[in-house]
């Protein structure tokens, strides 16, 4: 396998996605509501004592202060009721949110890298190189995963400064990130970039536009709503131990998918589809 083809195509494929407003508008819009507007609308309603007040005694906020799990118990240990407030929400709630970050990231640059071309009609041409299938599918898998990747961990980075900055008047410290966010930026999103990617690929084999496999493949945004679901009911706790499952289970998706998508990437069946 010649790794400066499938580099070369990776290439080709961002530059072509840059090109594309659909694909870096929610690239560069929704990490900003993420990781500035919504932190900082929850850090100044709770430096606001009136609002402080009513926010920490919502009964919903109660309810999850007294189911927490021991790990989070240690950790708002010795803290007022509005910074632990702030420890919970935007340092474990906020987390199933942030992992809609790699899904977005991409599914919609696979999206444009797979079913983008097609709606273009720029892919007869590629299929015609002397690049193998291999290569070809390593080229576009790669252009979506790095970006999404990185985008994910630079995002997080981000989140990390203004968290730690805008909350030290009322923490007096710095306490970000909580140990149960690395196993879910580090192991997890990475799985769910593949996740994304591996579902798109297999969407844009059956559809012919990059709208169409973007919207298809957004639905797995349910993943994150379901973990979301489960930890404000205290059904299930992204604690350490269970993020690094989690991210099992996920990789374990992803090879099943990846084997799929592989196979439904065959270059005979893509150019008798444009014909």
Known sequence: MNWKIVFAIANKDLYEARQNKSVWLPIMIVPLFFILVLPLAMILTLSNPELASSMTSDPDIIKVMEKLPDFLSQIIAGLDLT???????????????????PIMFSTVIASESFAGEKERKTIEALLYSPATDTELFLGKVLSAFIPAVVITWISFLAYTIVLNAAAYPI?????????NWYPLIFWVSPALSMLGI?????????????????????????????????????????SPLIGILLGFVIWIADGILSWLAVKSFNRDKLLMSEK
């Open 171 to 179: 923490m007096g410290r710095l306490w970000f990130p909580l140990v």
């Open 198 to 238: 591996g579902a798109t690929v297999l969407i844009s084999s059956k559809v012919q536009t990059f709208m169409g496999a973007y919207q298809s493949s957004a639905s797995l945004v349910l993943v994150v709503i379901a973990l979301l679901v489960g930890q404000i009911t205290g059904v299930l706790y992204l």
């Open 83 to 101: 910074q632990a407030s702030l420890v919970l929400m935007l340092g474990y709630l906020f987390a199933p949110f942030f992992l809609i970050l």
